[in-house]
């Protein structure tokens, strides 16, 4: 007995099995397609796919599936979903006495491919036919690529030879001759699917260039302005800050977008590029005389327009980060310049406020002076009154000896005033602190 299964372990575990090549016969004929398929039109894909299966009188998929083959009659049928594009294939036995006149492809009904849903991005042809005993002579190519110049090598350890010429012929199929060696069925299989997937990860990965050809003039307008901004930041000192800071905002704006819409296509790239690389590799080629491998022209071909996209991402993503730098610089200039701004003012303030220091000290002087004339005023009347009553006062000397004794008075009394306030901010400072 187990523990529980994981939730995914049979998913998981499928995963390895799935998409698996199917037997080939020598002579047989395959016909592939790659599309692009909306989002809002994957549902639209099984219920095509349904249609076929009812015209042959089988089941068709059921809903959910990712991946479906058939029989269908003498056809067989494939039918697998990826992540933004989905293939058909069909196989069937035997050769066409035209070379890609009766097509795998030929065999189903009468537009039935016109409708599948989706853009094409791959349509090919595959034949796979028993070697010669010589090697193919050169009219034997011509007419199965009507002329064009081929590429080609032994795969398999030597199995079978491989020939396409990679261009899309006036049906709108690629054309793939694969001559058997010594093949079992189920490499006959491999190697045909292989084929198909180089095709479909070449174009997938090169879906990147018009995006790389479209973003690269405004990377080099974008360098051009920043270095520009740059060279303003560096010479002149007494510039607009504010107003440079707003333009490198905008820039790193309009860099920040190119980067989101054009990122993954470029890792796109990237990925199915290892794929075509990957692919390749495990056909196991091997060179044959005056003919270019497909490794070759792949590498020759292919490769320097994947080297096309790589720059320009990687020059996206360096002229952001020079953007992100040198509006750090500009605005640690702007921080300091208000920090300079921001002293000056407090240093302004200051000043102000030692001013109303000294206007205040000088109308306590005078206020001191008005209380104490005051209150003098109101003791000589006091002392008149006194006099008038039969007290023996003189009248003069009473007020003159109360005035510094008024003074006295009056200055204790505001200094007392100005403790008690003081002590009332010292409170008060130190309850915000706590």
């Not at 819409?261 to 060179?287: K, P």
Request: proline share 5%.
């Amino acid at each position: 007995m187990l523990p529980p299964d994981h939730p995914g372990r049979l998913a998981l575990s499928n995963e390895v099995h799935a998409r698996a090549p199917q037997p080939l016969d020598t002579p047989s004929r395959a016909s592939y397609l790659a599309v692009l398929v909306d989002v809002d039109a994957r549902a639209d894909e099984l219920a095509h796919i349904a249609t076929l299966c009812v015209h042959h009188g089988v089941n068709g998929p059921p809903e959910g599936v990712s991946q479906f083959s058939a029989m269908l009659g003498a056809m067989s049928f494939t039918w697998e979903r990826h992540g933004e594009f989905s293939t058909y294939a069909v196989f069937v036995n035997g050769r066409s006495q035209v070379p890609h006149q009766e097509t795998a492809a030929s065999r189903l009904p009468q537009g039935w491919l016109t409708a599948v849903p989706g853009t094409t991005l791959v349509a090919a042809h595959a034949t796979l036919i028993p070697a010669p005993e010589e090697p193919p002579s050169a009219e034997l190519l011509s007419d199965q690529f009507d002329g064009n110049i081929v590429v080609g090598s032994t795969v398999g350890d030597g199995a079978a030879i491989v020939y396409s010429d990679f261009r899309v012929h006036a049906d709108g199929f690629v054309r793939f001759v694969v001559f058997d060696a010594a093949l079992t069925p189920s490499q006959g299989g491999r190697i045909v699917q292989r084929l198909f997937e180089i095709e479909t990860y070449r174009m997938l990965a090169l879906l990147a260039l018009p995006t790389a050809r479209k973003q690269l003039p405004r990377i080099v307008e974008n360098e051009s302005a920043l270095a520009a901004l740059t060279e303003r930041i560096a010479q002149d000192q007494h510039s607009d800050d504010e107003s440079l800071l707003q333009q490198l905002t905008l820039l790193a704006a309009e860099v920040e977008s190119a980067l989101a819409s054009s990122q993954f296509r470029f890792g796109a790239c990237r990925a199915y590029f290892e794929l075509v690389n990957s692919r390749i590799g495990e056909l196991r080629e091997r060179r044959l005389q005056g003919v270019q491998t497909l490794g070759e022209f792949m590498s020759r071909r292919f490769t320097p327009a994947v080297a096309t996209c790589n720059t320009v991402s990687q020059r996206l993503h360096d002229l952001s980060e020079r953007v992100a730098q040198t509006s750090a610089l500009l605005s640690t200039r702007v921080d300091i310049a208000r920090e300079r701004q921001n002293q000056a003012l407090l240093a302004s303030m200051d000043r102000r406020a030692k001013l109303q220091l000294r206007l205040q000290q000088t109308v306590e002087g005078l206020s001191v002076a008005a209380i104490v004339y005051y209150v003098a005023g109101v003791a000589g009347y006091v002392a008149r009154g006194l006099e008038s009553g039969g007290l023996p006062i003189n009248v003069d000397l009473a007020v003159g000896l109360a005035i510094p004794v008024i003074a006295l008075v009056v200055l204790s009394t505001l200094r007392r005033a100005k403790r008690r306030i003081a002590r009332e901010e010292a409170d008060h400072a130190l309850s915000r602190k706590t």
